[in-house]
């Protein structure tokens, strides 16, 4: 449906451009294991799944069905490593961008491989048995599922490079250091670093270890209650204590403190920038300030006085001043 409706655009719309890429079982990581698949709760992909039972994370590898008509009775699908799928979504950009009209393409080994074969591919890497139990197969499932990636070769010059054993080495097997990740809340860093995009050749802005702040953003009512002058809650109020401990000053004008979950921080650990034109990656620093514009917790800028406006301005000033004369990205 989907591709009927981008074919549509494009009849009703000659000059515009839509590429689908269908793909199935995307499987792997990034060689380097900075960034990778790590699920929340139950994996829904047998990658995971597999390298979560090897690190103990799950007793065993639950394989449904073992009378599909297919070489060991499990079923077949294709499994295509990211880095080969990485370079397909970039051979399309580049070779069709001025392409107007609709073009689709099969992304695929153009082969299948079975259950059971990518659990003997992750064991041999690993070097240990991986625990598997058959079970009933589920309703809807069909023995084997491979796609015809001809065109893709032909049209766009690409074809997958890494098979089934990589793919089981890149998502950790082998590398205790990332085989450990499953075990473990995964982060590509620890540190702010820039990231190439390689189809525009801007370098943007990554931030990780904000994650590690106590809140992840939300979604609040809009109250239309007054708000009191001071609250005991808010973490920005003179007095109170914010979420790194810190407590604030009781202050009376405006009042600047260096941010305690920063997108940038002084001094950053350098990631181990790598040559891999599809994850080029640099270290980046510098220092994010907080700006409290009052004292009092009701007041929103519209609400204060010019000569409190101005003082915020000049404050305003006087750390950007600092920060640019220190060499610092500035953030306020």
């Not at 394989?63 to 079923?75: A, L, S």
């Not at 048995?129 to 491979?146: N, T």
């Not at 401990?245 to 009781?250: A, H, I, K, L, S």
């Amino acid at each position: 449906m989907a591709e009927q409706m981008l074919k549509d655009l494009c009849h009703a719309q000659p000059g515009f451009l839509a590429i689908a890429l269908r793909y199935f079982n995307p499987a792997g990581a990034h060689p380097s294991g900075l960034i990778g698949e790590n699920p929340r709760g139950i994996p829904n992909n047998l990658m995971p799944y597999v390298a979560q039972t090897a690190v103990g994370r799950r007793p065993f590898v639950s394989v449904y069905g073992q009378d599909y008509p297919t070489p060991d009775g499990t079923g077949v699908r294709d499994y295509i490593h990211v880095m080969d799928l990485a370079e397909g979504h970039v051979a399309a950009y580049q070779q069709l961008r001025s392409q107007a009209g609709f073009h689709a393409f099969n992304l695929g080994t153009g082969k299948g491989d079975s259950v059971l074969q990518l659990i003997a591919a992750f064991s041999a890497a690993a070097g240990c048995e991986i625990p598997y139990q058959f079970s009933a197969r589920r309703p809807g499932d069909i023995a084997a599922s491979y796609a015809d990636a001809g065109k893709a070769l032909q049209q766009l010059g690409w074809c997958t490079r890494y098979d089934l054993g990589r793919m089981a080495e890149d998502s950790g097997a082998g590398k205790p250091n990332i085989l450990m990740v499953w075990s473990l809340p995964m982060t590509a860093f620890d540190h702010p670093h820039r990231r190439k995009n390689p189809l525009t050749g801007r370098w943007v802005l990554v931030s990780p270890h904000r994650n590690n702040r106590p809140w992840l953003g939300a979604t609040e009512v809009a109250s239309t209650a007054q708000l009191p002058a001071f609250d005991a809650d808010c973490p920005l109020c003179p007095g109170n204590t914010r979420a790194n401990g810190e407590t604030n000053p009781v202050y009376d004008t405006t009042h600047v403190f260096a941010n305690d979950f920063g997108a940038l921080m002084p001094a950053a650990t350098d990631p181990a920038a790598g040559a891999d034109p599809l994850f080029q990656h640099q270290v980046t620093d510098g220092e994010c300030r907080v700006v409290c514009f009052s004292p009092e917790h009701h007041l929103t800028l519209p609400e204060m006085s010019v000569p409190a406006l101005v003082a915020v301005v000049q404050t305003w000033q006087q750390h950007y001043r600092e920060l640019r004369q220190r060499c610092l990205r500035t953030y306020l």
